[in-house]
């Protein structure tokens, strides 16, 4: 094939005939990518109309739950199987029945940068009444209406643009489960272990993706996960693996039927009529 002059050749590598080999000019690239910045902006304004849509929702739902179901919460949390491994510790479980809601406050010039709210009773524990984490946005964005996209929202890039704060806990004395269980490192000084789930607040990084969990995850479907009804509930893995087994074994049966009428005599044809 000849290279395509001031152009860009489509990628022909895969299989596809010469019969459907063709030009890709400076203009049809400069079109592509229009059309993609105009699908980008509409995934955009999309997202940012379902936060605006949803954030009053959610709020109406935490009210209305915390007094009702008072460890929805911390049943929640412990039912994501990936937040499980990270909440292990005896101690964090005990500190996290104190819990009594999550919040999510997202920042008026791009929703993408967030804020994580434990609210707390009192406890043994800390004296805060509330754990933040934050995701602080660094970019030169300002606060506009959900349909109103600018550049700076199309070029958002999270790890260019979301600032990952620290936040002091008021440990009380001796009861430091950060202190006790540190963050471990390796040699290379890449986070090896956890320790406590409360180095989650303390420290700035989140290398595990802990916020990430909670934000798209359980937060949106925190009844589901109280239940165990989760998407990433120890329960829907159970019933996948045992819905494949199923599958798996009806297929073998059928195979072997097949094989059984293979083997067996031909079935007379009925007459038409009779």
């Given at each position: 094939?000849?290279?395509?002059?001031?152009?860009?050749?489509?990628?022909?590598?895969?299989?596809?005939?010469?019969?459907?080999?063709?030009?890709?000019?400076?203009?049809?690239?400069?079109?592509?990518?229009?059309?993609?910045?105009?699908?980008?902006?509409?995934?955009?304004?999309?997202?940012?109309?379902?936060?605006?849509?949803?954030?009053?929702?959610?709020?109406?739902?935490?009210?209305?739950?915390?007094?009702?179901?008072?460890?929805?919460?911390?049943?929640?949390?412990l039912n994501h199987t990936e937040l499980a491994?990270?909440?292990?510790?005896?101690?964090?479980?005990?500190?996290?029945?104190?819990?009594?809601?999550?919040?999510?406050?997202r920042d008026a010039r791009e929703p993408r940068?967030?804020?994580?709210?434990?609210?707390?009773?009192?406890?043994?524990?800390?004296?805060?009444?509330?754990?933040?984490?934050?995701?602080?946005?660094?970019?030169?964005?300002?606060?506009?209406?959900?349909?109103?996209?600018?550049?700076?929202?199309?070029?958002?890039?999270?790890?260019?643009?979301?600032?990952?704060?620290?936040?002091?806990?008021?440990?009380?004395?001796?009861?430091?489960?950060?202190?006790?269980?540190?963050?471990?490192?390796?040699?290379?000084?890449?986070?090896?272990?956890?320790?406590?789930?409360?180095?989650?607040?303390?420290?700035?990084?989140?290398?595990?993706?802990?916020?990430?969990?909670?934000?798209?995850?359980?937060?949106?479907?925190?009844?589901?996960?109280?239940?165990?009804?989760?998407?990433?509930?120890?329960?829907?893995?159970?019933?996948?693996?045992?819905?494949?087994?199923?599958?798996?074994?009806?297929?073998?049966?059928?195979?072997?039927?097949?094989?059984?009428?293979?083997?067996?005599?031909?079935?007379?044809?009925?007459?038409?009529?009779?």
């Amino acid at each position: 094939m000849e290279a395509v002059a001031n152009g860009v050749k489509p990628d022909m590598t895969n299989g596809i005939p010469e019969s459907l080999d063709v030009d890709f000019g400076p203009e049809d690239e400069k079109l592509f990518n229009e059309l993609a910045r105009e699908a980008e902006i509409a995934n955009i304004k999309l997202e940012r109309l379902g936060y605006a849509t949803l954030d009053p929702i959610y709020k109406r739902r935490n009210q209305s739950l915390r007094e009702r179901i008072p460890k929805l919460w911390p049943v929640a949390l412990l039912n994501h199987t990936e937040l499980a491994i990270h909440l292990s510790m005896p101690d964090d479980m005990d500190a996290l029945s104190y819990l009594r809601t999550v919040d999510i406050t997202r920042d008026a010039r791009e929703p993408r940068a967030f804020q994580i709210d434990f609210e707390f009773d009192e406890n043994p524990y800390f004296d805060n009444k509330v754990l933040s984490k934050k995701f602080a946005y660094t970019g030169s964005a300002k606060a506009t209406p959900p349909e109103e996209v600018t550049a700076e929202h199309i070029d958002f890039e999270p790890e260019h643009h979301l600032q990952a704060e620290a936040f002091t806990i008021d440990w009380k004395e001796g009861k430091s489960l950060t202190k006790a269980h540190p963050r471990q490192l390796d040699t290379e000084g890449d986070p090896m272990e956890n320790g406590s789930f409360f180095n989650f607040f303390e420290e700035k990084e989140d290398p595990y993706g802990i916020a990430s969990i909670i934000v798209e995850h359980v937060y949106p479907d925190v009844m589901d996960y109280f239940l165990g009804k989760g998407e990433f509930c120890e329960n829907n893995d159970e019933e996948e693996e045992m819905e494949d087994v199923t599958d798996d074994d009806e297929e073998d049966e059928e195979d072997d039927d097949e094989e059984i009428d293979l083997e067996a005599p031909p079935k007379k044809r009925r007459r038409a009529g009779k």
